[in-house]
Each structure stands twice: as structure tokens, then as C-alpha cells.
T-cell receptor
Framework: AQSVAQPEDQVNVAEGNPLTVKCTYSVSGNPYLFWYVQYPNRGLQFLLKYITGDNLVKGSYGFEAEFNKSQTSFHLKKPSALVSDSALYFC??????????????FGSGTQLTVLP | DTEVTQTPKHLVMGMTNKKSLKCEQHMGHRAMYWYKQKAKKPPELMFV???????INESVPSRFSPECPNSSLLNLHLHALQPEDSALYLC?????????FGPGTRLTVL
């Protein structure tokens, strides 16, 4: 069975500082990895994905994520945080098997707060 | 049109009521989903429709009944719900493995 771990429930960072939101995964075969962001009372919004290719993936709003196969990690990063980045972030993995394994498995979420 | 829309935004219903949630997308996506999300928790998959046919039901109680009238529409019919069913209900469609989520319907069951 596939799984995702987001070890930090809460991450606080000062505006202008770099931010990292951590994610590790477990899946059979090559993973499809995703980051989504959710603002209060809204649906989830796609940020970026890794399927194959360059280990550094660039996404929306200046976010990027680095795929590390040996550490089974896919941490989300941004060089300079904005107050408007404050939101709930979900990492997700999808396997390549059929049926339910092709569905997204979400991590528990990390609440990012950027302090002015 | 590059979004998923959901109506209503908010819904309050009693345990004996019957109501429906509606979802619409015009991106040509052939897979559509219903998720349930509790506060500060990840979304939980309920149903998957592929090419207008129900392909996955994640053991959802029968008081939730999905319907896919056509490739752009997805409904979720609700009947005899329980207070613990109160949650944000999210619809999504997908292309190239990416889920596009609607803003959700905030459901409160009294």
C-alpha cells in the first residue's frame, strides 16, 4: 500500500526567509508525486508534480520541490516566503498499478504560517 | 473554462432531508471524483467516475448516492444523513494525473 508522511503539522517562517515543507513517501514502483495547497474555506489547488525527468520541479507561485529517490522524499521549497503563502499544504502520491492504487494518497497536511 | 464549479457553497440539512450537491466542469476531463474533507484533515476519496461510469466506491454508506448524468456533470444525492457527515465535500476532475478541485460545499447536518 502506498503512503505519504508529512512529519510537521505546523511550520512557521518569517517573511522573506526560505521555507521547506517536508514529505516522504512509500509506493511500489516509480511514484507520481504532487503538492497541493488549500486556503481557508477553499478547495485544493495544484502546485506541482513529479512524474519523471529532472529531480527539481518548478511549480506555481515560485514553489519548487526536489525529488530524492534514495531518501524517498519530495520536499516543497520556496526561496523567499510571503505572508500570502500561509495555508495548508498537502503532499500526495499516486502509484502506477490499477484500481485504487492509481488514486491519490494524501499526507496529513502541514499548516504553513508566514510571519510578517 | 478551466475550473470546477460546485453548488451550493453551503448547505444545512436535517437528518430526514433529501438534498443534492452538484459539480460541473467543462475541461473535457473524463474522470470525476467526490471527496469528503474534515477540518484540517486530508480529503478522503468517496467515489470515482471514469467515462461516466462509477469505477470506485470507497465503501461509502448508501445514504450517499452519486450520479453522473453526462461527462460534465456530477451529482451527489444525500438522504438520511448523520451529524458526523458534516464536512466539506469536494468535487474534482483530472487530466494527466492532476486533480482539479472545486471550491467545495460546506455541509452541516443538524
Amino acid at each position: 500500500a502506498q503512503s505519504v508522511a508529512q512529519p510537521e503539522d505546523q511550520v512557521n517562517v518569517a517573511e522573506g526567509n526560505p521555507l521547506t515543507v517536508k514529505c516522504t513517501y512509500s509506493v511500489s514502483g516509480n511514484p507520481y508525486l504532487f503538492w497541493y495547497v488549500q486556503y481557508p474555506n477553499r478547495g485544493l489547488q495544484f502546485l506541482l508534480k513529479y512524474i519523471t525527468g529532472d529531480n527539481l520541479v518548478k511549480g506555481s507561485y515560485g514553489f519548487e520541490a526536489e525529488f530524492n529517490k534514495s531518501q524517498t522524499s519530495f520536499h516543497l521549497k520556496k526561496p523567499s516566503a510571503l505572508v500570502s503563502d500561509s495555508a495548508l499544504y498537502f503532499c500526495a502520491v499516486r502509484g502506477i498499478s490499477s484500481g485504487s492504487a492509481r488514486q491519490l494518497t494524501f499526507g496529513s497536511g502541514t499548516q504553513l504560517t508566514v510571519l510578517p | 473554462d478551466t475550473e470546477v464549479t460546485q453548488t451550493p457553497k453551503h448547505l444545512v440539512m436535517g437528518m430526514t432531508n433529501k438534498k443534492s450537491l452538484k459539480c460541473e466542469q467543462h475541461m473535457g476531463h473524463r474522470a470525476m471524483y467526490w471527496y469528503k474533507q474534515k477540518a484540517k484533515k486530508p480529503p478522503e476519496l468517496m467515489f470515482v467516475y471514469s467515462y461516466e461510469k462509477l469505477s470506485i466506491n470507497e465503501s461509502v454508506p448508501s445514504r450517499f448516492s452519486p450520479e453522473c448524468p453526462n461527462s460534465s456533470l456530477l451529482n451527489l444525492h444525500l438522504h438520511a444523513l448523520q451529524p458526523e457527515d458534516s464536512a466539506l465535500y469536494l468535487c474534482a476532475s483530472s487530466q494527466d494525473s492532476v486533480r482539479f478541485f472545486g471550491p467545495g460545499t460546506r455541509l452541516t447536518v443538524l
